[in-house]
Structure formats: structure tokens, C-alpha cells
């Protein structure tokens, strides 16, 4: 009797033992599952709010009521935040619906403990509907508490409803991990080559070298007129990028110093440099709205005379450079200036639009302006007043084909960054960084350390089709950054140009076909030429690696 307790209770503590251990293992699985990061993001105002990202991560048992308005005194509408995790990157998401007004803007911030103030993000939230605020902070140190509060940019007495609040944190390496998978998504293909004879039987252990020879990615920088004739320069340039952009020589302070004196001499030779190295380049600018960089001539004009001398600019330029940009450039920086609608009318800028569409039909014609990526600081270009803008020159009839965000960081904030592109992709156009450099007030390894940042949002965003770098060379340096010194001997920001530069092209790949006479890689997409060999025989080839869900099948005849 006394064996058969012992042996039953040999047999629950074993039992509890396999149970602890199971428990342990899925514990273990659960605590290294990675959050996928959500790209879901909405520009509409809706009548319902959608579910809140992630179940609300560690907001999940937050509780809005839809219906009940907030109204807070003190202006602010406050979530209490206590143990947040240093070395976190931590993506925000909320429905807002506003009262009392038509649409404001509300802006999101954080404040930590020891006093620190983040930019969270911002959405204009309408009275009627619900409107997606989505962004983000990083938190280097814990805080054990925060505050994330709620705001009008206007300071105005806050009258709004809040729903499905979201705030996921998420690690660096799963913050990296995440845009690896997309990079390996979106910007890669595998292809599988087959090698036959001329009967069509398989060669099993032929050798195989596959090299990468152009990038389907735009990545370039910005070049100035230091480069004519400047070989040094040249060779430097043209071994990196395969796109450019004129840093001033298309503006037309600079083909128009004086009225009706015209020249393209310099723009023309900068032209020649990139056409000879098959290198792409974008139009900037035709009109610029910030007075300070239109020719002083042109401030004086009014009137017959400003109209007259403005159509005289774009016919001249556009006609003189039909085909030879990828973009233009139409009418810079319209969301924080307006030099030319308040002297010409308020359809100026669709007018410019209209023109640049009938005098380069195959150009893609861009918006372009700063602030929207780097920060969510300024009112007048949060994302949603890009989006606004853009739907205005849709109404007017214009096929606007691209979103150029300059990108001048002075601090990136990388969640904002993407839920920014989040954002703007669900319009299903081209998005561009367009001048991305970081401040010259940090020092050089800081500016490495942050353009790395910025870089690796563009590029793993599904939604970024190109990025151009603010960094042309001057004798006396740069704009903000640059990536050499005028020896050409890399800065810190250059080796991490280069760095990502290799590390984002697939190097050359050598491999032998396997017993059904193939071989198989993954590469990042472009043109690739491929050489063959097998006893005395060889062939080369070439094709491309495009975007798309299926795998790329070539043949190749020994």
C-alpha cells in the first residue's frame, strides 16, 4: 500500500515537473517573440475608429469612451506613463475627434521625469470624424514616470474625444530586426539560374560568378559646380552614386542673376557629367516661395511685369531641359512660403504646376519641403498639411507624381520618421528624401551616428523610392554636413556612407549549379551580368532583379 502512495506520488511530481518545464520552454519562446512592427496608417477622417495597433500594447488596458468629451483646464489631455524602459523605441497611435471647431491642430509630447520634453507627433483632428495621430519617441534612459500628453497647437481649450490609444515598445535590435526584414522584402529578389547544353540537358557543377553592376535604388547626393572639371571629384562622385541633384545652378537666382541676362553655361557642363556617367538627376528648383532666395530683381517686380517675367523662367528652363531631369522640383517649399501667390493670386502654384505638366509631360513633378519628416514641431508643415496641399493640386488637375521631404535633422526621432512615411505612403506615391543632411551645430561623429538613423528609415520604408544626401563640396565646406574633407579623405559621415553603400549592394557571388544545374541567390535589385564556365566552355549573360513576389528565373545556354 505505502509503494503505491509512493509510486503515485513519484508520478505527480514528474507530472509537475513536465508541466513546469513546458511552462518554461513556452515562456522562454514567448519572452524572445518578436513585435512585427505595424505600418497600418489612415489619412481619412472616419465615422468609426479603427481598433487601436498592437491591442494597444502596453496601453492595452486603457479605456476610451468614444462618445465623452475631454475638457481639460488646463488645456492638455494627460495618459500617466509610470517604468518606461531605456534603449527603447517606443511607436504611439491614436483616433482624435475635436469639438468646438472645425479642425485644429493636435500635437502629441512627452515628459519624462527628469524633465525632458519629446515631440511625440501631431494630426489635424476635424469636428464630425476621426483622424489617425501616429508617431513616436525614444527613450535612451528609464523613466519611471511620464507624462504623454495631449495639446492644440494653438493652446486653445481642448475639446476632443480620444479612442484606441496604442504604445508599443520595442528594443533596438527588434527596431533593426524589423527593417532588416523589410529591406530583405523590398529591396531584394532571389533569382535561380539554370545552365543546359544546346540539347537542354542540365550541367550539374558548372562554375558561376554573379556580379552586381547598377543599383536599381537611387541613392545620391546633392553636386555643385566645384565638380566641372574636377576629375578628382568626379571619380570620387560617380564611384558611389547613381543619382545627383544640382545644389543651386538650376535656381534662378542662378541662370538669371540680372533680368533677361540668361545663362546655363555652368548647368549645362553639370549636365554633361551626369549624362556621361548614366547617372540620374533630379530638376531643382523651377520656383522657390521663400523671398529670400528669389533673384532681388524679381522682388521688385509687380504685377504684369512679375507674370510676364515668370512665364519667361519656366518656358525658358523647362524648354531648355526638356527629358534630361527625372523630376522637377515645381514650387519649393509652398507650406511655409508664399512669395508668389500673394503677388500673383492664390492659383499661382497650381498654375506652375499645370505648366511644368505641359512642357515636360515625362518629367515626374514633386512637391518638396522641410519639417515634415524631422520633426512635428512645425505647424505649418505636419504631415497632414503636406497631405492637404497635395489633395488641393489634385482638385485643381494636376497628376502629381511625387513627395519630396528635404530632411534637414538636426535630432532624428526614428518612430516618427516611419509612422511620417506611414502616413504619406497610403497616398501610393513616390516618396523621396529629397536633401538629407544633419546639423553642423553637432560634432562629426554625432552627425554619423544620426545620419545612419536616417538613412536606414528611408531606406527600409516600402514606401521611399530614393534618397539624395545634402552634401555638396565647397572650398569652404558644405551646407551643414559633409562627407570628406576637400582632400577627399573621408569624415565620419563618409565611412558610413560607404559602409551602407557596400552593405546595400550585393557583392560579387560565386557559387557552382547543383545537381539539376542550378544555382540560386538572393540580391538586391538592379542589373547583373553573369559569367558561365564548365570544362572549356563559357557564356555570359545579363539580367535584372526587379521588384515583385516571384522568384526570378533565368536560362543560360553552354
Keep these: 500500500m505505502q509503494q503505491s502512495v509512493e509510486r503515485k506520488m513519484k508520478c505527480q511530481y514528474l507530472f509537475l515537473l513536465i508541466i513546469g518545464l513546458f511552462l518554461l520552454i513556452v515562456s522562454s519562446f514567448a519572452s524572445y517573440e518578436e513585435p512585427i512592427y505595424d505600418h497600418s496608417a489612415y489619412t481619412e477622417c472616419k465615422s ?32 500617466v506613463l509610470n517604468d518606461l524602459s531605456g534603449n527603447t523605441i517606443y511607436s504611439f497611435s491614436s483616433w482624435v475627434r475635436i469639438f468646438d471647431a472645425d479642425s485644429a491642430v493636435i500635437k502629441a509630447s512627452l515628459k519624462t521625469a527628469n524633465g525632458t520634453v519629446k515631440c511625440v507627433g501631431n494630426v489635424i483632428a476635424r469636428s464630425g470624424c476621426w483622424s489617425f495621430l501616429k508617431g513616436g519617441f525614444v527613450l535612451d534612459f528609464p523613466s519611471s514616470y511620464a507624462l504623454l500628453y495631449l495639446q492644440r497647437s494653438d493652446g486653445a481649450m481642448l475639446n476632443i474625444s480620444i479612442s484606441s490609444v496604442s504604445l508599443q515598445p520595442f528594443t533596438y535590435q527588434q527596431w533593426k530586426k524589423n527593417q532588416q526584414d523589410t529591406i530583405d522584402e523590398v529591396r ?34 546633392a553636386i555643385t559646380k566645384t565638380i566641372i572639371g ?14 545627383a541633384v544640382f545644389e543651386d545652378e538650376l535656381k534662378w537666382y542662378s541662370t538669371e542673376p540680372q533680368q533677361g541676362e540668361v545663362n546655363y553655361t555652368i548647368s549645362d557642363q553639370m ?14 528648383n523651377i520656383f522657390w516661395e521663400d523671398p529670400r532666395y528669389t533673384p532681388s530683381w524679381v522682388r521688385n517686380l509687380t504685377g504684369p511685369d512679375l ?66 519628416v524631422e520633426t512635428c514641431n512645425d505647424m505649418n508643415s505636419t504631415v497632414d498639411a503636406y497631405i492637404f496641399k497635395l489633395r488641393d493640386l489634385k482638385q485643381g488637375g ?3 507624381d511625387g513627395i519630396g521631404l528635404e530632411g534637414h535633422f538636426t535630432v532624428p526621432n526614428p518612430p516618427l520618421i516611419r509612422a511620417v512615411l506611414d502616413k504619406l505612403a497610403t497616398l501610393k506615391l513616390p516618396i523621396w528624401l529629397t536633401e538629407v543632411d544633419i546639423s553642423k551645430n553637432l560634432d562629426k561623429e554625432t552627425q554619423a551616428r544620426y545620419l545612419e538613423m536616417v538613412l536606414r528609415e528611408g531606406f527600409s520604408h516600402p514606401g521611399v523610392n530614393g534618397i539624395m544626401l545634402w552634401t555638396a563640396l565647397h572650398p569652404n565646406g558644405c551646407y551643414q554636413m559633409c562627407l570628406t574633407d576637400n582632400y ?3 569624415l565620419p559621415a563618409g565611412d558610413i556612407v560607404d559602409n551602407l553603400l557596400k552593405e546595400w549592394q550585393t ?10 544545374g542550378s544555382f540560386s541567390f538572393s540580391g538586391f535589385l538592379g542589373e547583373y551580368k553573369i559569367t558561365v564556365k564548365f570544362g572549356n566552355r563559357s557564356a555570359n549573360s545579363t539580367f535584372s532583379l526587379f521588384r515583385g513576389d516571384e522568384t526570378r528565373h533565368l536560362n543560360v545556354q553552354l
Design 271 to 284: 549636365v554633361e557629367f551626369t549624362r556621361a556617367n548614366q547617372i540620374i538627376a533630379r530638376g531643382h
Design 507 to 516: 557583392g560579387v557571388v560565386h557559387g557552382e549549379t547543383d545537381e539539376h
Design 230 to 243: 574636377n576629375p578628382t571629384y568626379q571619380t570620387w562622385f560617380k564611384e558611389r552614386f547613381n543619382a
Design 48 to 79: 468609426v475608429p479603427e481598433d487601436a495597433l498592437y491591442n494597444g500594447g502596453i496601453m492595452k488596458d486603457y479605456r476610451t469612451v468614444e462618445n465623452q468629451v475631454i475638457r481639460s483646464e488646463t488645456n492638455s489631455y494627460n495618459f
Design 307 to 372: 507674370k510676364s517675367a515668370v512665364n519667361s523662367r519656366i518656358q525658358s528652363l523647362m524648354k531648355k531641359y526638356k527629358n534630361e531631369f527625372i523630376h522637377w522640383d515645381v514650387d519649393n517649399e509652398m507650406l511655409h512660403y508664399d512669395f508668389y501667390e500673394q503677388r500673383l493670386g492664390i492659383n499661382t502654384s497650381l498654375e506652375f504646376f499645370q505648366t511644368a505638366q505641359q512642357l515636360d509631360p515625362l518629367a515626374k513633378l514633386f512637391m518638396n519641403d522641410y519639417n515634415v
Design 188 to 221: 531584394k529578389c532571389t533569382a535561380i539560374i539554370h545552365i543546359s547544353d544546346v540539347q537542354g540537358e542540365r550541367v550539374p557543377g558548372a562554375s558561376i560568378i554573379v556580379e552586381q553592376v547598377y543599383k536599381d535604388f537611387p541613392l545620391g547626393s
Design 488 to 490: 577627399f579623405h573621408n
Design 398 to 400: 494636376i497628376i502629381m
